[in-house]
């Protein structure tokens, strides 16, 4: 449609259905201002609006094995030690400006920048997240807002019937039980949560595989578990879950396989994994914790297999086999997959956009490498704190066994009133959100080995 006749067709009214048609194609396959000069009048002009050039591959360190530089990438207050990278990120120089980039050219024409962008932007988001994870197909990532979306359109869209059972532990987080007991609720499908161990100091990898395993019924169809407990820094050895797993559906029918559906955020951003180091079937995580993503911004890894028993909740705008179908009335196609998992409506795009810088940040500085930093800097934090009599450490200290999130107790002091005392003394922990509370520490990238030490001596002062 060109420059004239679009704008005669604004002033013309538009049936509901045209109207949306016109929108959606707008939006997902990009158009206006660019097509305007192209004079043509089909949907693959349209098309020929999305900018298809390939981006760039930006550098943002001068030097990536510096940890000083990589900590100036933030602009973190420097009157705290800020070991909450746990909680929500503070964005760094890349993903700031990014953001801000993408920002001002949407103020300035939000439609004809995002017909021009939305396509190879999200394009790159997926390929990059898709690089981080080490799989080959980016569309079976779904981009969410966070991993509470993904964990609720997860639990919420497997095809499960009445009867089968959702198998959790006692261990995981608010947002994986929530979503379960809503789950339960859509289904009737039944949902157990088992004790993985007594006492965590006493857990190996075997004993946690055991005792999950030995908790399996013939009506269990899928694990809901969590990767780094948020509640006590205890990291489950998945590997070994999976392959245990995989024993037990070789012995069932293709329609009684269990599926394993994991809350990966905090070791997301922080282990030098990819989804088939892990063997799940399902992997949750928000970028805006330990990756240093933009904040509401997550995704959704599924196998093939999984999408294969997966229902999309939220109508997605990235996927054109429904748009497609819903605009020529005929039905839908194919199996779900992440483009098709991906809720639909208009989003933050500068912010989803930029998950692609926040990668690009990550693996400049080094998969491996930022793995190894966090795991020392935790086992720093964890000696230091075992040593002190009034402190009684509950996160192992095993590499194996945990990764960034280190929880203990004061003695006689409660949780609440040692974060508030840590507070004033310009250290930033947190409180455990769980029955059980436990105060909690988060060392990462942007922290020193320094600061575990002046924070070491915060906590030995705290009597
Ligand atoms: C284990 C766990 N999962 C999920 C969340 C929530 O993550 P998001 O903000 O990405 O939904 C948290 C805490 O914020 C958590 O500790």
Redesign the pocket.
């Given at each position: 449609m060109c420059c004239e006749r679009l704008r005669k067709s604004w002033h013309m009214p538009l049936s509901r259905r045209d109207f949306i048609a016109r929108a959606t194609v707008a939006l997902a396959a990009g158009a206006t201002a660019a097509a305007c000069g192209r004079n043509g009048d089909s949907e693959a002009d349209l098309d020929a609006a999305s900018d298809s050039t390939p981006l760039p591959r930006p550098a943002f360190l001068r030097n990536a094995d510096d940890w000083n530089e990589v900590r100036d990438q933030f602009a973190l207050s420097e009157d705290y030690i800020h070991m909450s990278a746990?909680?929500?990120a503070s964005h760094p120089k890349a993903v700031r400006d990014a953001i801000e980039n993408y920002r001002k050219e949407l103020d300035s024409n939000p439609v004809a920048y995002l017909n021009q962008q939305n396509r190879r932007r999200v394009n790159a988001a997926l390929s990059a997240a898709a690089d981080y994870l080490g799989v080959d197909e980016p569309n079976d990532i779904a981009l969410t807002d966070?991993?509470?979306?993904g964990?609720g359109l997860v639990y919420s869209g497997l095809r499960l019937s009445k009867g089968d059972e959702v198998l959790s532990t006692t261990r995981?987080?608010y947002?994986?039980h929530e979503a379960l007991r809503l789950a339960s609720m859509h289904k009737q499908i039944s949902v157990r949560q088992v004790p993985l161990y007594e006492n965590i100091h006493d857990v190996s990898e075997e004993s946690l595989t055991d005792s999950l395993v030995k908790s399996i019924r013939p009506s269990t169809r899928a694990l809901a578990l969590?990767w780094?407990?948020?509640g006590t820094g205890l990291k489950l050895p998945l590997r070994r879950i999976s392959d245990a797993v995989k024993k037990i559906n070789a012995g069932r029918g293709e329609k009684k396989q269990i599926l394993i559906c994991v809350?990966g955020?905090?070791g997301f951003g922080v282990e030098d994994a990819t989804m088939s180091d892990l063997g799940c079937d399902f992997f949750m995580?928000?970028c805006?914790?330990w990756l240093f993503g933009p904040r509401g911004t997550?995704l959704i890894w599924g196998s093939p297999r999984g999408w294969e028993n997966m229902l999309a909740t939220v109508p997605s705008f990235y996927d054109d086999g429904t748009r497609n179908a819903w605009m020529t009335g005929t039905d839908v196609n194919g199996r779900t997959d992440g483009r098709r998992m991906s809720p639909g409506g208009f989003k933050p795009f500068e912010h989803q956009w930029a998950i692609t810088e926040a990668f690009a940040l990550h693996r400049e500085i080094g998969k491996a490498r930022i793995a190894s930093r966090t795991h020392e800097l935790a086992r720093q934090l964890k000696e230091g704190l075992k040593g002190m009599k009034h402190i009684t450490l509950r996160t192992p200290l095993a590499d194996t066994l945990s990764a960034g999130i280190v929880c203990f107790d004061v003695n006689k002091m409660n949780p609440f009133a040692a974060v508030n005392r840590l507070r004033k003394r310009h250290v930033i922990a947190t409180v455990t959100?769980y029955a059980v509370r436990y105060v909690r520490l988060a060392p990462s990238i942007r922290n020193s080995p320094a600061e575990v030490e002046a924070v070491l001596r915060e906590v030995h002062a705290l009597r």
């Open positions: 746990l909680y929500v966070s991993t509470t979306m964990l995981d987080y947002a994986t969590t780094v407990h948020s809350d955020v905090h995580a928000g805006h914790k997550g959100p």
